[in-house]
C-alpha cells in the first residue's frame, strides 16, 4: 500500500499544471474512471493470454515430438507437462475469459451504454482490479517457487490438490488456490457494482427493454456468478486448510470427502460457463445487428432464453461427474437437466441466424468475428450432447473428444467473442481505427487454424486418447496409425494460430497510436455509447442523454435513416 | 462410428457405440441445417447499393415460429437422446448381471495391482493372483470388479470395453464387464493423480477357457507352501465409507 500511495502522491505534483490533468500513474493505475479500470482489465487479460499462449505452446510440442527440447522452455518432463495444463486452463478461464468479457466489457460499456457517466461505486471498482492484480501476481508468483507450479489440474480434485505428499507442490498448490480465491473476490465486487449501476443509473426514458443485450447479458452472468462461486469460495478456504493447517475435509483418511470438493467446484464451474458465454453472446447481438442493419430478432426471447439457460446451468453441474463415483441414479436426473439445457441455447443461436433474415450485411472484421462466433460455437453446442447424455459420455469421459468440445465453446467465447467485441469498439475505446485489412487476415489466419487444432482432437477422442497424459508411446492402442499424425497436425496448427495472434497485437497497438482517427459513430449504430466522443472524456457524455426508444431499430420505416440512435428524439426523424 | 477405430471387446461396446451414432445423426442433421441457412443468410443478405434491410421485430406469432419450431423440435429429440442414453446407462452402470467371477483392481500413484482369485474362484484366498499393471481375464465370462484405490482418484478406462470409472480412496465402487474378444488392450488411468499420471498404463489380457485356466494354474501360489495371505483388502479405509 504504502508504495501505491507513493505513486498516487507522485501523480498527484503533476496537478499542479491544470486543475483536471492528473498524472500518468494517478490517470491510469489509480483512476477510479470505469473506461480506465476496464482498459486495466483488458491489457491484463491480454497479457495473461500471452502466457496462456506461451504455456499451450510448450506442452502440444510435446505431445507432437515427445521427449523434444521445446525451443523457449526446454525439454518438458512430466512434472513440467501437468503444472503446463494446469496453468493454461486456469489462466485462460480465470485471467483471460474472465477479466476481459466480463470485467473489462461491463466496465467499459456498462456506463456508457445505459447513459451515465460511471459506475455507482467507483471505488469498489478499482478495488476490484487491485484484487485481480493481486491474484495475478500471486499466480506467476506459483511458478518460480520450491517444488514449481501446480500440476492437479484446473479443477484441483483432492486428494492430489489436498496434500503436498501427492502432488510435490508444496508452494505451488497454495498459491494456485489463493490465486483463484482472490480472483473470486475481486470479480464478486465488480458483479456487485455492475448490477447496481444498471439497476439504478440508466439514462431517463431507459426501461429495462432498452436495455442493449450485452449489457443485459453481463447482468445476468454477475449474477449466475455470484450466486454460484459463493460454495466454492468456501470449498477453497476448506482446501486451503487441508493442505496447510492439516484438516481433512477432503481426505478420507481422516474422515473427508474427496467427491464433496467436486460437487462444490462443478456448482460453480458449470454456471461459469455461462457466465463467460452470455456477454459473448450479447457482444454477438450487438455486432449483428449493426451489420445487418437489422433489429434483433425477438428481444424479450433473447432475454427470457439467457435467464433460462441461468436458471438451469445451476442443474446441470453432476454431468461432470457421471463416472466419478456418485449414486449412478443420479446421472439419469442430470442427463436429462443438461439436456434440457440445449432448448434455450439453440434458441438463441436461432434467434440470432433469424437475426441475418432480410438484412443488409456488411462483412467488416467485427462481424467476421461475430459471425464466426455462431458458427463455431454450434459445432461446441452439438458436441456437448454427446457428453451430456450419460450413456455415450462412459466412453468420452475425459479424452480429448471432452477437449474439443469444450474449446470450441470456450474459444469462440474467449477470443472470437472478444477480439469481435475489441474490433468493433476499438474506435470508441482509442478514438482510432483498426486496419480492416490487417484484421481480416488476422481473422482468416486465426478460424482456420482453430478449426485444424480442434477437429483432429474429435477424432483422437474418439479413437480414446484420454487427457492430461504427457507421453502417449506408453499406450499400444493410442499410437496406431494416423493417431500420432494427428496429434503432429494440431500441434502445427496450433502454431499457426500463435503466429496470426502476432498480427492481432502489431495491428492492434499500431492503431492504437498511428490509426486513422474515427469518427463518433463510425458503424452507425444506435446505442448510446456512439453518441459520446471517440474516445469518451472522464464524465463520458458533455450531457446525459434521454432514450426514447430501444436499441436495435434499425432501417426501421419511420426513420430517416437506416439507424435511429436511441437518445435521438422523435421529432427529428 | 466408433468401432472403425477401436474394437468392441465387450458386450456393452456396440449398445454405446450405437447411441453414439443415433447421436451423431440426430444433432448432425439440426447441425447441418443451421448451419445452412447460416451461411445462405449470410450469402443471400449481403448488403447492396440501395436496398434497405427489412424491419422485423420477431414479436409476432408467424415470425416467433422461428424460435417455436426450433424449441420443440430441440426438446423432441433432447427426449430421444434422453431414453436412449439412459438406457445404455441403466445396462453399464446400474445393473450387475450374475458374475461368473470377480476382480479387484487396487489402484495407487502410479500402478495398478490386479487381485484374481485363483482356482477357487473367490477373492481374499490363499490362492488369489497378484499381477502389476496386468488383468487377465476369460473371454465370454462376466466379471464383477471392486474398484478401490490407496491415495488419490484415478480412473480405470478401458476404451476397448467402453468402461470408465473412477476410484476413490476409501470406497469399493463396484462394476461389470464381459469380455467379447480375445487380445490385449489398453487400460488407461483417465483422473490426473500426480506426475507419474501419463505413465499409469496397463494391459487387460483376454485370453479363451484354455488359455485362461493355463495362465491360472500357472501362476496360482501353491497354497500349502504359501501362509495365508493378509485380506487384499488392506487398502487404507480411512473413512467412513
Not at chain 1, 469 to 495: C, K, N, W
Not at chain 2, 71 to 83: P, R, S
Not at chain 2, 101 to 120: E, K, L, M, Y
Request: net charge neutral; with cysteine.
Amino acid at each position: 500500500m504504502s508504495t501505491a500511495t507513493a505513486e498516487a502522491g507522485h501523480g498527484h505534483s503533476h496537478d499542479a499544471h491544470g486543475h483536471h490533468d492528473e498524472g500518468f500513474i494517478k490517470k491510469y493505475f489509480w483512476s477510479t474512471d470505469h473506461k480506465i479500470i476496464g482498459f486495466q482489465y483488458m491489457f491484463t487479460g491480454m497479457f495473461m493470454a500471452l502466457i496462456g499462449g506461451f504455456t499451450v505452446y510448450a506442452f502440444r510440442m510435446q505431445l507432437a515430438f515427445p521427449g523434444m527440447s521445446v525451443p523457449g522452455f526446454g525439454r518438458v518432463t512430466a512434472h513440467d507437462y501437468n503444472s503446463l495444463v494446469t496453468t493454461h486452463g486456469s489462466v485462460m478461464i480465470f485471467w483471460v475469459a474472465m477479466p476481459v468479457l466480463i470485467a473489462a466489457l461491463g466496465n467499459y460499456l456498462i456506463p456508457l451504454m445505459i447513459g451515465c457517466d460511471d459506475m455507482v461505486f467507483p471505488r469498489i471498482n478499482r478495488l476490484s482490479y487491485q484484487i485481480f492484480l493481486l491474484s495475478a501476481v500471486v499466480l506467476i508468483a506459483s511458478f518460480f517457487v520450491e517444488g514449481g507450479a501446480f500440476g492437479g489440474a484446473w479443477t484441483a480434485y483432492p486428494p492430489l490438490s489436498a496434500s503436498a505428499a501427492y502432488n510435490l507442490t508444496p508452494k505451488g498448490a497454495p498459491l494456485w488456490l489463493i490465486a483463484v480465491a482472490l480472483e473470486f473476490v475481486a470479480f464478486l465486487l465488480g458483479g456487485i457494482n455492475f448490477i447496481t449501476t444498471v439497476m439504478n443509473s440508466r439514462a431517463p426514458g431507459m426501461k429495462m427493454f432498452d436495455v442493449p443485450i450485452v449489457v443485459w447479458m453481463i447482468i445476468i452472468a454477475s449474477i449466475l456468478f455470484m450466486a454460484s462461486v459463493g460454495p466454492l469460495v468456501a470449498g477453497a478456504v476448506m482446501l486451503l486448510f487441508d493442505q496447510t493447517v492439516g484438516t481433512g475435509f477432503f481426505d478420507p483418511s481422516r474422515g473427508g470427502d474427496p467427491v464433496l470438493w467436486q460437487h462444490l467446484f462443478w456448482f460453480f464451474g458449470h454456471p461459469e460457463v455461462y457466465v463467460v458465454l452470455l456477454p459473448a453472446m450479447g457482444v454477438v447481438a450487438e455486432i449483428i445487428t449493426v451489420f445487418s442493419r437489422k433489429k434483433l430478432f425477438a428481444y424479450k426471447t433473447v432475454l427470457y432464453t439467457a435467464i433460462g439457460t441461468g436458471v438451469l446451468s445451476f442443474f446441470v453441474w453432476a454431468h461432470h461427474q457421471f463416472v466419478a463415483g456418485i449414486d449412478p441414479r443420479m446421472a439419469n436426473i442430470f442427463s436429462v437437466t443438461t439436456l434440457l439445457i440445449s432448448i434455450p441455447v439453440a434458441e438463441m443461436v436461432f434467434v440470432y441466424i433469424a437475426t441475418l433474415y432480410g438484412g443488409s450485411i456488411r462483412l467488416t472484421t467485427p462481424m467476421l468475428w461475430a459471425l464466426a462466433f455462431i458458427g463455431e460455437f454450434l459445432i461446441g453446442g452439438v458436441t456437448g450432447i454427446f457428453l451430456g447424455s450419460s450413456g455415450s459420455d462412459i466412453y468420452f469421459h475425459d479424452t480429448y473428444f471432452v477437449i474439443a468440445h469444450f474449446h470450441y465453446t470456450f474459444f469462440p467465447i474467449a477470443f472470437i467473442g472478444s477480439f469481435a467485441a475489441i474490433t468493433y469498439w476499438f474506435p470508441k475505446m482509442f478514438g482510432k481505427m483498426m486496419n480492416e485489412t490487417w484484421g481480416k487476415v488476422h481473422f482468416w489466419g486465426t478460424i482456420v487454424s482453430f478449426n485444424f487444432i480442434f477437429i483432429p482432437l474429435f477424432f483422437l477422442g474418439a479413437r480414446g486418447d484420454h487427457r492430461r497424459i504427457y507421453d502417449y508411446t506408453h499406450f499400444p492402442d493410442l499410437m496406431r496409425s494416423g493417431m500420432q499424425e494427428l496429434r503432429v497436425l494440431a500441434t502445427l496448427a496450433l502454431i499457426v494460430l500463435l503466429a496470426f495472434q502476432v498480427i492481432f497485437l502489431v495491428n492492434f497497438f499500431y492503431s492504437l497510436v498511428k490509426g486513422k482517427k474515427a469518427e463518433q459513430n463510425p458503424w452507425k449504430a444506435n446505442t448510446l455509447e456512439w453518441v459520446a466522443a471517440s474516445p469518451p472524456p472522464h464524465g463520458n457524455f458533455p450531457e446525459l442523454p434521454t432514450v426514447y426508444r430501444g436499441p436495435y431499430e434499425y432501417s426501421h420505416p419511420e426513420a430517416r435513416d437506416d439507424y435511429w440512435p436511441q437518445n435521438q428524439p422523435p421529432a427529428t426523424a | 462410428m466408433i468401432e472403425h477405430y477401436l474394437e468392441q471387446a465387450s458386450t456393452f461396446a456396440a449398445d454405446i457405440d450405437n447411441l453414439i451414432l443415433l447421436i451423431t445423426v440426430t444433432v448432425g442433421f439440426w447441425f447441418l441445417l443451421a448451419q445452412f441457412l447460416f451461411f445462405g443468410f449470410i450469402l443471400k443478405f449481403r448488403a447492396q447499393e440501395g436496398k434497405k434491410a427489412q424491419y422485423i421485430s420477431g414479436e409476432n406469432k408467424k415470425e416467433k415460429r422461428w424460435v417455436s419450431l426450433p424449441h420443440y423440435a430441440t426438446l423432441f429429440f433432447d427426449v430421444l437422446i434422453i431414453i436412449a442414453a439412459i438406457r445404455v446407462w441403466q445396462d453399464v452402470k446400474m445393473t450387475m448381471p450374475q458374475a461368473d467371477s470377480t476382480v479387484r483392481i487396487v489402484v495407487q500413484q502410479w500402478a495398478w495391482t490386479f487381485v484374481h482369485p485363483g482356482p477357487d474362484n473367490k477373492l481374499d484366498t490363499a490362492d488369489d493372483i497378484r499381477t502389476v499393471d496386468e488383468l487377465h481375464v476369460e473371454k465370454d465370462k462376466t466379471y464383477h470388479f471392486e474398484l478401490q484405490s490407496r491415495d488419490v482418484l484415478h480412473s480405470f478406462s478401458v476404451p476397448a470395453f467402453r468402461l470408465k470409472q473412477d476410484a476413490i480412496p476409501g470406497r469399493t465402487i463396484k462394476g461389470w464387464f464381459k469380455p467379447t474378444l480375445t487380445g490385449g488392450f489398453d487400460i488407461q488411468c483417465t483422473e490426473i493423480c500426480g506426475i507419474g499420471h501419463g505413465i499409469m498404463a496397463a494391459r487387460v489380457l483376454i485370453e479363451n477357457a484354455a488359455d485362461h485356466a493355463a495362465w491360472v494354474k500357472a501362476n496360482a501360489p501353491q497354497v500349502a507352501a504359501v501362509t495365508p495371505t493378509a485380506p487384499a483388502d488392506n487398502v487404507p479405509t480411512g473413512g467412513s465409507r
